[in-house]
């Protein structure tokens, strides 16, 4: 079972969770800054990026004539909201907004802290409309706007609805779904964002005030771009789908059987918990609403399900859900056809419905989406990046890892990948894999290398397991694959520099492999088995090995920065198991490297020191 996370250390920066104890947690969001469904309640949602069918238009601002009565607040920190139609060409952010009436030619505002922002220093900055007047016989609105985002660490991106004239202000968050150091869709083509503020009019207001509000308290960030703001009718009848999934999991259930995974090993399939979170967007009661799940499995193994049916008043917001639900046990893709129904006919059915798929394979587990969104590192610092699986059933090896990296990855460089119990206490690591050019991957291609366990590993049933590959660090770097986003503490990556665990946002391209095939092998290179007990350790720990034969045995211990820091002549061994004792006095905590040597072979393995937790 999962322990509880110590949810201190809330600051650091590039994409990180974390798990137990005695792992201490830093935010959703640890990112260096190198180039690169949210959960709702009955409360307003996160706006919505999509296209949708052409509305009335009431009120709205383009920026191409100044900004013509718009008033800036800026309470902390140097980034404040500004007019532009250049944008931030010299830093991280994705270039100019390509709005609708934005770059090239036009003009839109800017929170640019990528640009005036200072690290450490938090920033507060507002930008609100003059009084839209004349509407307070319009009880439903929506607003729309066009943007471009990038996320370092938790910034907070809102906009804020005021009936009363600024009295009085309904926040709406905006792209809290961004993981960190990622931007909107596309970016820097804009994103249209549609959100439904009927709920901070009353019923109509005559003086209505929109605001767009910038935090980051960290400072030094990145940016958040905005143009072409309207407020639009509503149709009669509008339902929406907000965010659906087809494996409803959140960090307070006891381990990880409920993820989403993409590919099942056909007896690991389990029960399905669909849910969909639907807005009405409408100006009428939206009757019988329903969650419809239409699956095509393999063969004949089709099923439409529907949840029970709830009313949803205009602007309210609600969830769906159906369980009860297992796959037949059948290899094959599963397409899922999500979406949400009424009585009422839709007047807008393009955003009432999504399209997911998972497989069901005989040897893989995995929860990545098949092909390269984006990538991670670590900021030259060592790493390990990987993802939690649940194993249900009793009679289930392990034999290997497999990971995909993007091109970023300087071939030549060593990695290995390891698997860790629910505890985090390292169960076996692979040998080491010296990264080829072909083996890496663009946007959009998974080509995965498969890394063999030093010894397949026998797996207990209905136990969390962790798997993770591993990058030394230095000056050579590791960029492993991102495909799909992770809740909060089921991916995770291990900071090398301050030797602690933390979560990640985005989900690394790491898989299990239960194919005996995968397995070494080659006899002519059988594998060392290199094993420290313990891993972390205080005082001293044990390095244990294996030799085929009679060889001279050499050993290096290298610091996280790549430095040698000891090294030691075993002499020469006979083959059978060995054990070399590494005395944990004057060596410095943190992550370091142990390598042994065995005639022309080199395997390597993660230590680390106690201390820098």
């Known amino acids: 079972m999962r322990n509880p ?15 137990q104890d005695p792992v201490q947690q830093m935010p959703s969001c640890w990112n260096a800054r190198t180039p690169i469904a949210a959960s709702h309640g009955h409360e307003p949602p996160n706006a919505i990026a999509e296209e949708r069918s052409a509305a009335a238009v009431l009120w709205s601002e383009d920026f191409e004539n100044g900004l013509g009565g718009w008033t800036v607040n800026t309470q902390t920190g140097a980034v404040t909201w500004q007019l532009t139609n250049t944008g931030n060409t010299g830093g991280f952010t994705p270039g100019p907004l390509q709005s609708s009436t934005g770059y090239p030619g036009g003009s839109w505002i800017v929170a640019d802290s990528d640009e005036q922002g200072t690290a450490g220093v938090a920033e507060n900055t507002t930008i609100t409309s003059p009084p839209i007047t004349g509407l307070d016989t319009v009880p439903f609105m929506l607003l729309r706007f066009e943007q471009s985002f990038r996320q370092l660490n938790n910034d907070i991106t809102q906009v804020e609805v005021s009936s009363d004239g600024g009295a009085n202000w309904s926040v709406f968050p905006v792209n809290g779904e961004v993981p960190g150091n990622q931007s909107t869709p596309g970016a820097p083509v804009s994103q249209t964002v549609v959100m439904n503020i009927s709920s901070a009019l009353n019923g109509g207001s005559g003086d209505i005030r929109i ?27 509008d339902l929406r789908l907000i965010s659906a999934t087809y494996a409803d999991w959140s960090p307070a259930e006891p381990d990880f059987d409920g993820l989403p995974y993409t590919i099942y090993p056909i007896d690991e399939l389990r029960e399905l918990k669909f849910k969909a979170v639907a807005i009405n967007n409408g100006s009428e ?86 092909a390269m969104q984006g990538d991670r590192d670590n900021g030259g610092d060592p ?24 091109a970023r990855t300087d071939p030549g460089t060593l990695i ?25 991957n663009l946007q959009g291609q998974h080509k995965f290398i498969t890394l063999p366990l030093v010894a397949p590993m026998p797996l207990e049933e209905n136990k969390d397991y962790l798997v993770a590959v591993t990058h030394y660090g230095g000056s050579e770097e590791v960029w492993t694959a991102t495909s799909g986003t992770s809740a909060p503490q089921s991916s995770l990556i291990f900071d090398g520099g301050s030797g602690q665990w933390f979560y990640v946002t985005v989900t690394p391209m790491v898989r299990m492999n239960f194919d005996p095939a995968a397995s070494v092998v080659d006899g002519s290179v059988a594998p060392i088995g290199l094993m420290a007990s313990p891993s972390l350790f205080d005082d001293r720990t044990t390095i244990r090995f294996e030799l085929r034969g009679t060889a001279r045995v050499r050993w290096e211990l290298r ?9 030691g002549d075993a002499g020469e061994r006979p083959a059978g198991g060995h054990t070399i004792e590494l005395d944990g006095a004057g060596l410095a905590p943190g992550v370091h490297a142990f390598t042994v040597i065995d005639g022309e072979r080199r395997s390597t393995i993660r230590i680390v020191r106690n201390g820098a937790r």
Request: aromatic fraction near 10%; charge should be negative; charged fraction near 20%.
């Open 5 to 19: 996370v110590n949810p201190s250390l809330l600051s650091l920066v590039s994409t990180m969770v974390l798990a």
């Open 285 to 370: 009661p939206q009757t019988n609403v329903r969650l419809k799940a239409d699956i095509d499995g393999p063969g004949t193994n089709d099923v439409i399900l529907y949840s029970a049916p709830i009313t949803l008043p205009p602007g309210a917001v609600d969830s769906l859900y159906i369980t009860g639900y297992t796959p037949v046990a059948a290899l094959g893709t599963y397409l899922l056809q999500l979406s949400v129904v009424q009585d009422e006919p839709e007047a807008l059915p393009d955003d009432n419905g999504t399209v997911m798929r998972f497989e069901v394979q005989v040897d893989r587990f995995a929860r990545d989406e098949d």
């Open 559 to 567: 610091d996280a920065m790549g430095r040698l820091v000891r090294n």
């Open 211 to 237: 605001r767009f509000h910038w935090l980051s308290f960290e400072g030094f960030t990145y940016s958040w771009q905005v143009d072409d703001i309207a407020l639009l009718t509503v149709e009669a009848n």
């Open 416 to 440: 290995t990948a390891s698997l860790y119990d629910d505890e985090l206490e390292l169960l076996m690591s692979t040998e080491e894999h010296e990264v080829l050019t072909n083996e890496l």
């Open 383 to 406: 790493y390990e990046l990987g993802n939690w699986y649940h194993i249900r059933s009793s009679d289930r090896t392990l034999y290997a890892i497999e990971v995909a990296l993007s």
